[in-house]
């Protein structure tokens, strides 16, 4: 492992965010999760090791919804599921067969009808290796994405920066060539990217690199120019 220490960080009202340490594809790269506040408890989407931040997540409030956010985001649900075993997982279906240990509620559209209407859940169709639902957090106009691009530039590590550069997705929104090849049903993510970019937001939290505070609709547009039906 790599720098397992974290801090939440406040991005806006009601809106928090982790950073921990993990190698992924034998790489040390970061994941981030973030924490909404919604008037009845705490939304938990891709959840990092608990321990270091339990004090500060219980601080915020209580823990009432846990997402998985895609069918690779769900390292670290065991835990928290123990910690808060009333809050219900929210992740894609094919997640069951993956990681049977989980007690998996419903699909992150179902757990919109739970939490209501300040985060909206929109599944990306077309790519069912990754089975990726993005959330619009209302009230900061902030947009969450897990792999569905990333934000890597130069503060990853060198190892990171270099696979970016070689995938084509450095410096910038955006995601790599081995993921493009993915999008299977090219038309039905076009039609999910468009009404993704319909919403009203400004900054896009992915799940690694850095938070684009403003400027988020443009970024994401540019990431996917090269998708069309
Ligand atoms: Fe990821």
Same mark, same amino acid.
């Given at each position: %492992?790599?720098?397992?220490?974290?801090?939440?960080? !406040?991005?806006?009202?009601? /809106?928090?965010? #982790? @950073?921990?340490?993990?190698?992924?594809? $034998? %790489?040390?790269?970061?994941?981030? %999760?973030?924490?909404?506040?919604?008037? =009845?408890?705490?939304?938990?989407?891709?959840?990092?090791?608990?321990? +270091?931040?339990?004090?500060?997540?219980?601080?915020?409030?209580?823990?009432? *919804?846990?997402?998985?956010?895609? &069918?690779?985001?769900?390292?670290?649900?065991?835990? *928290?599921?123990? #910690?808060?075993?009333?809050?219900?997982?929210?992740? +894609?279906?094919?997640?069951?067969?993956?990681? +049977?240990? /989980? !007690?998996?509620?419903?699909?992150?559209?179902? $757990?919109?009808?739970?939490?209501?209407?300040?985060?909206?859940?929109?599944?990306?169709?077309?790519?069912?290796? &990754?089975?990726?639902?993005?959330? /619009?957090?209302?009230? =900061?106009?902030? &947009?969450?994405?897990?792999? &569905?691009?990333?934000?890597?530039?130069? @503060? #990853?590590?060198?190892?990171?920066?270099?696979?970016?550069?070689? %995938?084509?997705?450095?410096?910038?929104?955006?995601?790599?060539? /081995?993921?493009?090849?993915?999008? !299977?049903? !090219?038309?039905?993510?076009?039609?999910?990217?468009?009404?993704?970019?319909?919403?009203?937001?400004?900054?896009?939290? +992915?799940?690694?690199?850095?938070?684009?505070?403003?400027? $988020?609709?443009?970024?994401?547009?540019?990431?996917?120019? *090269?998708?069309?039906?």
């Amino acid at each position: %492992m790599v720098n397992t220490a974290c801090e939440l960080k !406040r991005l806006a009202d009601g /809106l928090w965010a #982790a @950073e921990t340490g993990l190698r992924a594809l $034998g %790489m040390p790269m970061t994941t981030r %999760m973030t924490i909404a506040r919604l008037p =009845s408890g705490l939304w938990v989407h891709s959840p990092v090791p608990l321990v +270091p931040l339990r004090a500060a997540v219980d601080d915020l409030g209580q823990v009432r *919804w846990r997402v998985a956010p895609n &069918l690779m985001h769900h390292l670290y649900q065991a835990p *928290w599921q123990a #910690a808060y075993p009333d809050s219900p997982l929210f992740a +894609p279906p094919g997640l069951a067969a993956k990681r +049977p240990d /989980l !007690r998996i509620d419903g699909s992150p559209v179902a $757990g919109a009808a739970s939490w209501g209407d300040d985060i909206l859940a929109l599944p990306v169709a077309g790519n069912p290796t &990754l089975d990726e639902t993005v959330f /619009l957090h209302r009230p =900061s106009g902030s &947009l969450i994405i897990t792999d &569905l691009a990333v934000n890597l530039g130069p @503060e #990853a590590h060198w190892m990171v920066r270099l696979y970016a550069r070689l %995938m084509g997705c450095h410096g910038r929104l955006s995601l790599s060539y /081995l993921l493009k090849l993915l999008y !299977r049903d !090219r038309q039905a993510a076009r039609a999910s990217l468009d009404r993704i970019l319909s919403l009203d937001f400004d900054r896009v939290i +992915p799940a690694h690199g850095p938070v684009i505070e403003t400027g $988020g609709k443009a970024a994401l547009t540019a990431a996917f120019a *090269w998708l069309k039906p």
